[in-house]
């Protein structure tokens, strides 16, 4: 029979044990950062033709773990890399409670305009700089204010929208859609999305390989053979992660699309873990990170 001693021991150690964990996992989201890197050859890719690709996706940017300087030390990192080309995968700022000051993407955009690749640097908005709108909510219809803001900073997003890359022999099609969550009823079951998949395709013309930039993984299963390699952001790897298992993963596929990288018939696609937090600042098994994607 366990005592009142061993009760009180056991409620203790869980105590203790509660509080490191939980200490450790708001440290890992707001002081880690690493460089995540797949290797990646798709079956509709060209033979032979490199490209190295950095993944921004997710900042979520707050007075908290993700403020100013954080934001810096990212775009730092990232251009250390030596990418061709730098994806912007969307959601750059917090809109959870948890947070002591709001960083505006007024802020947030003019320091992500100091990133540098030969390709140059590309964006794509999520759910959360649509939900950070209450205008473009209300006209159901865009640019929200987080296209504008980066716009204005010089960086090009491509809300539903494909663009020729390279010449010749190392041209490209990079293409990005927007959001599959732009909108939410009253009971948060009937979410609207201004993605155009099909669309983004159609502009693709010729038989150069194609990139997309899709904020949901869940876009993935829309997508066709045409596009050798979709990124996506949006999952945060779970955010909290046992390993390979993920308790709670923000898409309709569950596990399916969670992190990393997958291919599905003819077509690859690779996640993002991240670097911010949406609901609670916290990370566990999947620290920040900036994503590096070398095509071959």
């Given at each position: 029979m366990l005592s009142r001693r061993g009760f009180l021991k056991g409620l203790l150690g869980g105590t203790l044990a509660g509080f490191f964990v939980g200490g450790y996992a708001v440290a890992e989201a707001a002081w880690q950062l690493r460089v995540q890197n797949w290797a990646v050859q798709p079956p509709g890719w060209r033979r032979g033709q490199r490209l190295r690709i950095a993944m921004v996706a997710d900042l979520h940017a707050c007075g908290f773990g993700m403020d100013e300087g954080r934001v810096a030390q990212v775009v730092e990192?990232?251009?250390?890399?030596?990418?061709?080309?730098?994806?912007?995968?969307?959601?750059?700022?917090?809109?959870?409670?948890?947070?002591?000051?709001?960083?505006?993407?007024?802020?947030?955009a003019p320091i992500l305009a100091g990133l540098r690749a030969p390709f140059g640097v590309y964006a794509v908005t999520g759910n959360h700089d649509w939900w950070d709108d209450p205008q473009a909510l209300a006209r159901k219809v865009g640019p929200c204010h987080t296209q504008v803001a980066l716009e204005a900073a010089g960086i090009?997003?491509?809300?539903?929208?494909?663009?020729?890359?390279?010449?010749?022999?190392?041209?490209?099609?990079l293409g990005g859609t927007e959001s599959q969550s732009c909108f939410q009823r009253k009971n948060r079951r009937d979410i609207i999305g201004m993605s155009d998949v099909p669309g983004v395709v159609a502009q693709m013309t010729g038989d150069d390989p194609a990139i997309l930039l899709a904020h949901e993984p869940d876009q993935f299963v829309t997508v066709p053979d045409r596009v050798a390699l979709t990124l996506s952001g949006h999952t945060h790897g779970g955010q909290v992660r046992f390993g390979p298992w993920a308790p709670v993963v923000p898409s309709r596929f569950g596990q399916r699309f969670d992190y990393g990288h997958f291919r599905e018939g003819m077509r690859d696609l690779v996640v993002s873990g991240g670097i911010g937090c949406s609901g609670l600042p916290i990370r566990f098994g999947v620290p920040p990170e900036i994503t590096l994607v070398d095509l071959s």
């Open positions: 990192v990232a251009n250390a890399q030596g990418a061709d080309l730098i994806a912007l995968m969307g959601d750059y700022r917090a809109t959870h409670k948890f947070q002591r000051r709001i960083v505006p993407i007024d802020v947030v090009a997003v491509l809300a539903n929208r494909a663009v020729k890359l390279g010449q010749g022999d190392t041209a490209f099609w």
